[in-house]
């Protein structure tokens, strides 16, 4: 069974910093891209960074995000992280994570994390 469990969320001052963690099981993790996504309250599901299979590259959705958010993976614990910094109130959201298959396709998702940003 195709498993996607994220963790780390919490409130968190504006500025700081919180990494967020996705553990994978159920599939052969390092021949899938992972993908990060949040979803504001009243707000459609957003697309927030993407890190290929074997790390090769990494693809950020959201501009607002660039140079604040960076996404990593450990192959050998089948987790990925996004490692988010300098947060601002409208980075609060629920952070899901989801499996990447192919180009524009994402089949399995995790339960989501909140993560809250008090200004």
């Known amino acids: 069974e195709v498993q996607l469990v994220e963790s780390g969320g919490g409130l968190v001052q504006a500025g700081g910093s919180v990494r967020l963690s996705c553990a994978a099981s159920?599939?052969?993790?390092?021949?899938?891209?992972i993908a990060w996504f949040r979803q504001a309250p009243g707000k459609d599901r957003e697309g927030v960074l993407c890190?290929?299979?074997?790390?090769?590259?990494?693809?950020y959705y959201l501009n607002s995000v660039e140079g604040r958010f960076t996404i990593s993976r450990d192959n050998a614990k089948n987790t990925v992280y996004l490692q988010m910094n300098s947060l601002k109130p409208e980075d609060t959201a629920v952070y899901y994570c989801a499996r990447k298959p192919s180009i524009y396709n994402y089949d399995y998702w995790g339960q989501g994390t909140q993560v809250t940003v008090s200004s």
């Open positions: 159920g599939f052969k993790f390092d021949d899938h891209a």
């Open positions: 890190i290929s299979s074997n790390d090769d590259g990494n693809q």
